[in-house]
T-cell receptor, first 120, second 115 residues
Framework: GAVVSQHPSRVICKSGTSVKIECRSLDFQATTMFWYRQFPKKSLMLMATSNEGSKATYEQGVEKDKFLINHASLTLSTLTVTSAHPEDSSFYIC????????????????FGPGTRLTVL | AQKITQTQPGMFVQEKEAVTLDCTYDTSDPSYGLFWYKQPSSGEMIFLIYQGSYDQQNATEGRYSLNFQKARKSANLVISASQLGDSAMYFCAMREAPGASKIIFGSGTRLSIRP
């Protein structure tokens, strides 16, 4: 149990284009999903918290118009990087919160495999 | 403000030896949760173990155990009988208060297992 998928795993795009990344919880319902960004050899930086049916909560310094988040259902959240530029190149990872129903009630976040975005 | 500190940027360990990865935390909330995740070179974040602040016993999951010392605010991960496949980045993480969504991560420790 507790499988989170992410698609695509790797994307290369031209500067100025928009890229959509999907995050799905495959075997549990996730009322809350999270989007992280990770630079090489660095820790994960939380970008935003996505709640099903409501607007995402963005961390300080993250442009909400740049990184559009939609949590359409209990198993799907999407991150759209709009008008991507080379500085947006990074590893983007989503996670889904189990709400305490898995892992003995730890309310653990389970992570997707990540998406490596390269903007040329 | 809550904070997670991992002071070991990198560690080398001989295969089959036990290894301890250090993690200290700081929080003013009496209720919190501590996590360890493993990130191999493929990039995926793998959940290893969880410790709640009110748990009476140290958490264990197979070869992983968490040495939880509440008074010292430390939550070290112990891997017994290390294997080559244990080579990866390891992140300690903390969530404050039950039901709080956000968790914060430490800077990570890169563990390399020597054959």
């Amino acid at each position: 149990g507790a499988v989170v998928s992410q698609h695509p795993s790797r994307v290369i795009c031209k500067s100025g284009t928009s890229v959509k990344i999907e995050c799905r919880s495959l075997d549990f319902q996730a009322t809350t999903m999270f989007w992280y960004r990770q630079f090489p050899k660095k820790s994960l930086m939380l970008m935003a918290t996505s709640n099903e049916g409501s607007k995402a909560t963005y961390e300080q310094g993250v442009e909400k118009d740049k990184f559009l988040i939609n949590h359409a259902s209990l198993t799907l959240s999407t991150l759209t990087v709009t008008s991507a530029h080379p500085e947006d190149s990074s590893f983007y990872i989503c996670s889904a919160r189990d709400g305490g129903r898995l892992a003995g009630g730890s309310d653990t976040q389970y992570f997707g495999p990540g998406t490596r975005l390269t903007v040329l | 403000a809550q904070k997670i500190t991992q002071t070991q940027p990198g560690m080398f360990v001989q295969e089959k030896e036990a290894v301890t990865l250090d993690c200290t935390y700081d929080t003013s909330d009496p209720s919190y949760g501590l996590f360890w995740y493993k990130q191999p070179s493929s990039g995926e974040m793998i959940f290893l173990i969880y410790q709640g602040s009110y748990d009476q016993q140290n958490a264990t999951e197979g070869r992983y155990s968490l040495n939880f010392q509440k008074a010292r605010k430390s939550a070290n991960l112990v891997i017994s009988a290390s294997q080559l496949g244990d080579s990866a980045m390891y992140f300690c993480a903390m969530r404050e208060a039950p039901g709080a969504s956000k968790i914060i991560f430490g800077s990570g420790t890169r563990l390399s297992i020597r054959p």
